[in-house]
């Protein structure tokens, strides 16, 4: 079992790393020091095939467990399953010092630590994320929330779980499209913050898309120190933090107008990180040998590197990313590359440069 | 003008207080270095008699405000009219440095909060109460929150606004029932901290019960400047704060049980206080003239000291309490006196003890 610690103070929190671990959910929440009652939110996808041995563990350690189960996808991550949750909280009798545990991917974790960041005004929380995205990325950091349908995330909070547990055998069940959506973090992460993790990836995508299981551990691993570490010098996105939405803001939007149903996370943020590394070659010098090699890796791990955007498409584009969380004063802030390892955020894009990025998604 | 400071930090800020200070909306948010674009969330009372002359200076001091009303009443104060106004809000494109203004009673400036607390993960808000129990109270101190069908503010966050600015001239429209309600908590300082506020109370209530201006510009003052010393030493209710609850568990399970329909939330507390002062002689020693001063002052401010509770009504009170948020390991916590001015909390009470305050309500 490999730990990586979450440094924030009295918020400090473990991410435990290994195979079997959703086995030992029960003893590790029993060393958390919480109440007996605790919620298994979960989606209907992952629910049918771990949460018995979810709760099994949770029952065995002692605890008194209830399921909520909602419909799986990205659509579903709104206000409505939200109040669902609540409901059943409630009538669950949870209270101050009981739990809830976000078992599945990046939807249910965002869903579900924003149910226990307002539910009673905040009670603890455990994410089992039980997808790659989930794992590297979603999980960790406490950024929690639901969509709106104006746009991704509109709605949420900061709340940090108080232990992450990623079992990689549940990457073995993971269809191949959701695993390569998650890979477009790992990517990313070395493109911010790790020209090595980078190289390594270029190097070893074959292994990687086999799911080699040590190979996995290592980039998991890797990739949430790296959130980590960003996470714990910027826990609330005053600066530093941003720099892990780099290919975010167009992919956010590529996201919303195609109503979160076409593309998963990862995909779009493919894409757009693609058009993020073409926009930093225009802004930041970034070498063109540098945003082939990122097109590439992109390529090469399975995820889509380009979008038929019509003119009508990429004015819709741009009003989603308008209404962006990153927007400040109507001017939307992109997280630029310098080179592959080294990014900035706050960067400031005309409109026009902005454009010709989109438009040329299409070749 | 009165000033209280709450001390809180970097989240420090100000509670204003004085005749007239809605047309200073504007002006005042001009200090804080907030963004252009606002939302004034208030309800359909509210927002008929005040609304125009908040906007007015909001855009006279160079805002963009954009008015989001709701229907008036604590039935309101759900998910339902948070989405609406999430909504709204996404439709305006407020942005990080945008800002809520909460305009009305303790409904609107919950529900205004928690839109503003949950919004893009939290923007700043301005509270402007509009009603005496506001001013005094739920304005103050970042707790903001809507209603479960299974109880009262059981959805919620802590989330402080940037300033308050009581005018107490949105007072002399209150309805006579609204302003006694009011006073419900006025009573409660009192009770809690401050015997010789109790005291004077009792010498002065029939000239608060006219709004004597200078004595309700004294009483205003003073009870924010109890609640700010409180919150200031417990923003997020580890310990000291719960003595703000004295006459709440009883008052919040009236309410519930009423469908929040019937009693407005300080003719509850009122009837729950009375309780609570019962509570308090059995198990505190109380005396039984405080427990009679309390009692007759609650009754002097127009306020319900009883409740017809047949024993049907008073199981479902009891199961009411059970899913207060102040529940832990199935234990109901208590605040109750030892003597007009100084309560404890956290006081466990024994089922029957409070099955037998219950039913001398009906007395």
């Not at 079997?20 to 049918?48: F, H, K, M, N």
């Not at 090595?196 to 998991?220: C, K």
Request: hydrophobic content about 45%.
């Amino acid at each position: 079992m490999r730990t990586v610690k979450v440094p924030l103070g009295k918020r400090s929190y473990l991410i435990k790393i290994g195979e079997g671990l959703l086995a030992q959910l029960g003893p590790e929440c029993g060393q958390l020091g919480l109440g007996r009652r605790c919620a298994v939110i979960t989606d209907s996808q992952v629910g049918r095939r771990y949460a018995a041995a979810a709760l099994k563990s949770l029952k065995a350690a002692g605890f008194d467990p209830l399921v909520v189960t909602f419909p799986a996808g990205e659509a579903q991550k709104n206000l409505r399953n939200v109040q669902a949750c609540y409901d059943q909280l409630a009538k669950h009798r949870l209270e101050r010092k009981s739990f809830v545990v976000a078992l599945g991917g990046g939807v249910v974790g965002d869903l579900a630590g924003f149910v226990a960041s307002t539910y009673l005004r905040g009670i603890p929380f455990v994410q089992v994320p039980t997808t790659l995205l989930a794992q590297v990325d979603s999980s960790v950091g406490g950024k929690v929330g639901v969509n709106l349908k104006a746009g991704k995330n509109l709605v949420g909070a900061f709340h940090q779980p108080r232990l992450v547990l990623c079992d990689l055998a549940t990457l073995d069940s993971l269809p191949r499209r959701e695993y390569r959506a998650g890979l477009a973090e790992v990517i990313k992460y070395g493109i911010i913050w790790d020209a090595h993790l980078f190289r390594g990836l270029e190097m070893q995508m074959h292994r990687l898309l086999r799911r080699d299981p040590a190979l996995l551990a290592l980039v998991v691993a890797r990739s949430c120190e790296i959130k980590a570490s960003v996470v714990g010098q910027d826990e609330t996105e005053s600066g530093l933090r941003a720099i892990l939405n780099f290919g975010h803001t167009i992919g956010h939007a590529i996201e919303a107008v195609s109503r979160y149903g076409r593309f998963l996370h990862g995909e779009a943020i493919s894409i757009g990180q693609v058009a993020a590394a073409r926009l930093s070659e225009e802004l930041m010098g970034l070498s063109t040998q540098h945003v082939t090699r990122i097109r590439s890796l992109f390529h090469a791990a399975g995820l889509p590197v380009r979008l038929n955007a019509s003119p009508a498409l990429q004015r819709r584009l741009l009003d989603a990313m308008r209404l962006d969380k990153k927007v400040s004063g109507g001017v939307i802030q992109f997280v630029l590359a310098r080179k592959i390892g080294s990014v900035e955020h706050g960067c400031q894009v005309p409109a026009a440069a902005l454009k010709r990025a989109l438009s040329e998604l299409n070749r």
